[in-house]
C-alpha cells in the first residue's frame, strides 16, 4: 500500500480500531490508579491511554517511537539530560534552552554554535542539539550531514522541530537520533494547550526517556493530551493556509520601506532556502523581520487590526512577537510573525495598512 497523505495521515493518526457505538476519538482518561493487571496501565504518572494515543500519532508523523511531555521544554530537557560528554547547542537557538542549561546542568561543558555554522570536530561530544529552522532568525542547518559527523564521532543528534512541524521535515529520515517539539504551538495548533514531544529513532532511547517522565514526574494533564490530538487532525490544512499567507506577507515585507532582515525559508531569495528546500517537506507560516525599533513595532501592532501581539507561533490567529523583550540576543526592532489561517487577501490588506503607519 503506498503511503497516505499528509491530511489523511494527520485524520487518522492514533485513532483506535472501530468499534460499533463508541466514539470516533476516545475521552480522556483521567484515571491515577488503574486495576491492576494491564501491562502497561497501574499508576497515572507512569502512563495513561491518551498519552498513549497521541504518542502513536505524532509517532507515526515523525517515524519513530514518541513520549509526549507537559511542555516543550520539559521534553527537551529530558533529551539534554541525556548528554554523556560535551554538549553542542545552537547559540542562536530558542534562548530559554541555553538559560536552562546554565542554570540546571552547570557541569556540562557546552559549546555553542550558530545555526548556519562554521561547526566544530564533535570529537568527545555527547550530544549535538539542532534547531532547524531556528527560532527566531529561521536559519537551517544541514541534518543529514551534521548527524553523520556526530555519530562517527560517537554523539546522538537531536533536532528542534518545533517550527517545522513534523510534516514540514522529519529529522529521523535524516539521520537523527531525536525529534523533539513543543507541540503547543503548530501540531496542537490552537493557543489553548501547553504539551510536548520527544520521538526517538531507537527503542533504546525512547524506553530511557519514557523512563525519565516516570521519574521526574514531567508527565503532561490527559486534558490537554486530548486537545492536542484533537487539533492535529487539521495540522496539514492549518499549515496549507499559513505557508500560502507567508508567503504572500513575505512579498509585502520585501518591498516595505525600513523593514530590514526579512528570512523565511520558504522564499526563494532566502538564503536557506536551497538547504531547506533539500531537507524539508514543506514550509510553514513563520516569519522573521526588523523594525528600526520597539517603538515602531508597537505601532505596527497598534495599527493592525488581524496581527495580535503575543509570544507564541503556530495557531491559527495571525500573532508578532518582538522578541528582545523576553531576553533573546537580537535587534530591539526584530519581529517574528506567525502567519494564521485568516484569509490571504484580509491579512495582507491589513498588513499593508499597518506598515503604511510607520512612515507618518
Known sequence: MTELGDGTRCVHAGLADPVPGTPLLASPV??????????SYGYGRADNPTWRALEEAIGSLD?????????GMAAISAVLRTCEGRLVLPSDGYFVTRSYVQSELPWLEVVEVPTAGPWPSFDGVGLVLLETPSNPGLDVCDITALAAEAHAAGALLAVDNTTAT?????PLQLGADFAVASDTKALAGHSDVVLGHVTCSDP??????????TFSGSVPGPFETWLAHRGLGTLDLRLARQAANASA????LSSAPGVTGLRWPGAPEDPSHALAARQMRRFGGVLTFC????????RF???SSLVTGATSFGGLHSTADRRAQWG???PEGLVRLSAGCEDTEDLVADIRTALSTLDT
Open 291 to 298: 523594525l528600526p525599533s520597539a517603538a515602531h513595532v508597537d
Open 204 to 213: 533504546a532511547l525512547a524506553a530511557r526517556i519514557r523512563e525519565s517522565r
Open 328 to 330: 533573546d540576543p537580537v
Open 63 to 71: 517515524g519513530g517511537e514518541c513520549v509526549v511531555f507537559p511542555s
Open 166 to 170: 513534523p510534516l514540514g521535515q522529519r
Open 249 to 252: 506577507v513575505y512579498k509585502v
Open 301 to 303: 501592532l497598534a495599527a
Open 30 to 39: 483521567f484515571g491515577t490508579g488503574y486495576h491492576l493487571g494491564h501491562p
